[in-house]
């Protein structure tokens, strides 16, 4: 039988690392990773850098040479990209060019290999919604000019490059709208609101809320993440598709799980709320469950206490 052959861009990356250990453990598959390291970390990988079916190329998929590339990929996952604000404000030219320059490169070895090809798209094409609940319809509430319209319009940008090569050449895209995911490996000094909130609280700092904390997000454990894209990738569908947990809660809700959780009663900082952050974000996720049976299957308290007991291992 002859090994299925999966390229991987980012995945050193907290969400990447899970999907290559994924194909390599759940699929006869050989999985080459692709990362820069700048965001990612060699860590993610510790588990399976001795695997003989893997392989990790130290590179930015900005200067990826599809030609030089193998041409017997069988799939084409592009994952790179900061994706916390903090980490797209540090490198925002970077953002822009991994998911715009970076994208086309990916589809060109996709085309090249007639390989199928899926990217990792965010809920924050959404913007600022006007919407209570974000179906796949919705076309946003962006500010194209804004402090996060790197990532913002990188992403849209990154989204309308692949339909063009959908449309043009029928190469088999897929996209996937991830919201707020979470988990073991998200770095200490991500930014997210999870890793701060949990490390703030191991290590009895206030945790810091931005705003008046009323504002929702969903979070998706990383596990049920993985799982959605690879579902997705053998599905004949290629316009964008939701992927997130639909329950909802608000910032000073997820501090409060947190502070049960850690059993620390750390208090609450309030700050000025930041430019352009959301105020809601719950996803539609019936397509995603029609097309593909995916739903969530880990709760938030069950989530955090696994990603609660990696940050214990970090803190000490």
């Given at each position: 039988?002859?090994?299925?052959?999966?390229?991987?861009?980012?995945?050193?990356?907290?969400?990447?690392?899970?999907?290559?250990?994924?194909?390599?453990?759940?699929?006869?598959?050989?999985?080459?990773?692709?990362?820069?390291?700048?965001?990612?970390?060699?860590?993610?990988?510790?588990?399976?850098f001795?695997?003989?079916?893997?392989k990790?190329?130290?590179?930015?998929?900005?200067n990826?040479?599809?030609?030089?590339?193998?041409?017997?990929f069988?799939?084409?996952?592009?994952?790179?990209?900061?994706?916390s604000?903090?980490?797209?404000?540090?490198?925002?030219?970077?953002?822009?060019?991994?998911?715009?320059?970076?994208?086309?490169?990916?589809?060109?070895?996709a085309l090249?290999c007639?390989?199928?090809?899926?990217?990792?798209?965010?809920?924050?094409?959404?913007?600022?919604?006007?919407v209570?609940?974000?179906?796949?319809?919705?076309?946003?509430?962006?500010?194209?000019?804004?402090?996060?319209?790197?990532?913002?319009?990188?992403?849209?940008?990154?989204?309308a490059v692949?339909m063009a090569?959908?449309?043009?050449?029928?190469?088999?895209?897929?996209?996937?709208?991830?919201?707020?995911?979470y988990?073991?490996r998200?770095?200490?000094?991500?930014?997210?609101?999870?890793?701060?909130?949990?490390?703030?609280?191991l290590?009895?700092?206030p945790?810091?809320v931005?705003?008046?904390?009323?504002?929702?997000?969903?979070?998706?454990?990383?596990?049920?993440?993985?799982?959605?894209?690879?579902?997705?990738?053998g599905?004949?569908?290629?316009?964008?598709?939701?992927?997130g947990?639909?329950?909802?809660?608000?910032?000073i809700?997820l501090?409060g799980?947190?502070?049960?959780?850690?059993?620390?009663?750390?208090?609450?900082?309030?700050?000025?709320?930041?430019?352009?952050?959301?105020?809601?974000?719950?996803?539609?996720?019936?397509?995603?469950?029609?097309?593909?049976?995916?739903?969530?299957?880990?709760?938030?308290?069950?989530?955090?206490?696994?990603?609660?007991?990696?940050?214990?291992?970090?803190?000490?």
């Amino acid at each position: 039988m002859k090994k299925k052959k999966v390229f991987i861009s980012g995945g050193a990356g907290f969400i990447g690392s899970f999907l290559c250990e994924y194909y390599l453990n759940k699929e006869y598959c050989e999985v080459w990773c692709a990362d820069n390291l700048i965001t990612g970390n060699r860590e993610n990988l510790a588990g399976i850098f001795d695997n003989a079916d893997f392989k990790f190329i130290e590179e930015d998929v900005i200067n990826l040479d599809a030609g030089r590339m193998p041409s017997d990929f069988d799939f084409v996952f592009h994952l790179a990209s900061p994706a916390s604000p903090p980490d797209y404000f540090r490198y925002p030219l970077e953002t822009l060019r991994v998911n715009s320059l970076g994208t086309e490169n990916c589809l060109k070895l996709a085309l090249k290999c007639k390989a199928g090809f899926l990217y990792t798209s965010t809920s924050e094409v959404y913007g600022d919604p006007l919407v209570p609940v974000q179906k796949e319809e919705y076309w946003g509430n962006v500010n194209s000019t804004g402090v996060r319209s790197v990532y913002d319009e990188g992403k849209r940008y990154g989204e309308a490059v692949i339909m063009a090569y959908y449309r043009k050449y029928g190469l088999n895209t897929h996209i996937v709208r991830i919201f707020n995911t979470y988990g073991p490996r998200m770095r200490i000094n991500d930014g997210r609101v999870v890793p701060n909130f949990i490390y703030q609280a191991l290590t009895g700092r206030p945790m810091t809320v931005y705003g008046d904390g009323k504002q929702t997000r969903s979070f998706c454990y990383v596990d049920d993440l993985v799982k959605g894209i690879a579902l997705l990738s053998g599905k004949d569908y290629h316009l964008p598709v939701n992927l997130g947990n639909p329950g909802e809660f608000t910032v000073i809700e997820l501090a409060g799980l947190i502070q049960e959780i850690t059993g620390k009663k750390t208090p609450l900082e309030f700050m000025p709320p930041l430019e352009d952050d959301p105020r809601r974000r719950k996803p539609d996720i019936s397509l995603a469950n029609g097309l593909l049976g995916w739903k969530p299957a880990v709760d938030l308290k069950e989530g955090l206490e696994k990603t609660i007991g990696y940050f214990m291992e970090k803190v000490r």
